[in-house]
């Protein structure tokens, strides 16, 4: 039998097993050089689930959060509680009674705006006196020595109608997302022994400052993770990092179509702040040919807004495809994004704060981070 016929007959299964055997061997060969190849370095703007896939890293392929780095998080999620409900106390003043009292100057205000007339409204026609009394002295007198939030209080202006009201227009402002999480968890977090599961700490909200590094040894290669602030003022900083950089993985709030961005940012559009950063970094010099792991991210708060009839048409005008249908929606949007590169993007769509969501990307991350090896070795 001819070598030829031979080659024919070999299953895919011992021909993935052959090009496997060929990459551990080109490893071992360079492994400093793969040490550094295999650098993902996470880009995106402000709060799009950068740091939620780092930690989700740490919990799956990793040794997770020990005793004493969960207590660290009791703080920082209360810090969470407090700013969300103080954004909610302070939009009465623009949009108490239910009625939208927003102009278009202010559709873009950020949370800070809300400041503005927080004395002079008690929100008395709206809630009942003493409720309205104990949140107005709470807010006046909050400054940095309050660490915890005053559970009991939280839980009544939670459930009061008028605040409910303004948390229905949070897409004029800005809310973090995992606020409603924890809000709908203050009786569990009230607990004195209360001591943050997985779940609180993936989705407790830590603004990213500096550069942070995650590694863990997986089918021996050294996965490196290299997450920077996504605010504006951060990115001054990303240029460090872009050294030896195997792939990038560009996270998309996709949910943020109809919300504004931060005061930080441009003050527009989020998901369009973030379409045009993406643009900036894929055309320029470093990063211009380099593969791109575009995570379409929130797809679970995308599908809710998109069941509650909000539309993307509204804000993108050259939206092509269902209004209303999750996967229409999100074809579009990773049109958008990939014809900005000619580079090879791998897309997926994800929900960082789900575990099994983003170890079931993984696996198909590593199925293409083997792909770019073959390349790489000129294995075929």
Known sequence: MSS???AKDVSPEKEARRKSKLIDAEIKKNKSKVLRQIKFLLLGSGESGKSTVLKQMKIIHGDGFSLA???????IIHANIITAMKVLYHGLARFGGGGDRQSSASASSSADDFDEGISTCSGGMLMDEDLSQQARAFFENLNATVTLAPIPLFQRLWADP????VFAKRNHFHFSDGAV???DSLARIADPAYVPSDED?????VPTVGVHEYSFMLDNIDFLFVDVGGQKAERRKWLSCFDDVTCLIYIVATSDFDQTATESESGGNRLREAHKLFSHIVRGKVL???PVMLFLNKTDLLKQKLELGCKIQRHFPDFVGEEGNLESVQQWMLRKF???TKAVVYPHFTTAVNRNNIEFVFVSVRQSIRSILLASFNIS
């Open 4 to 6: 030829r016929r031979k």
């Open 69 to 75: 780095e969960r207590k660290d998080f009791v703080g």
């Open 162 to 165: 008028a605040i409910q009201a």
């Open 181 to 183: 999480y924890f809000m």
């Open 201 to 205: 700490i993936v989705r407790a909200r």
């Open 288 to 290: 211009a040919r380099k």
């Open 338 to 340: 990939a014809r900005e």
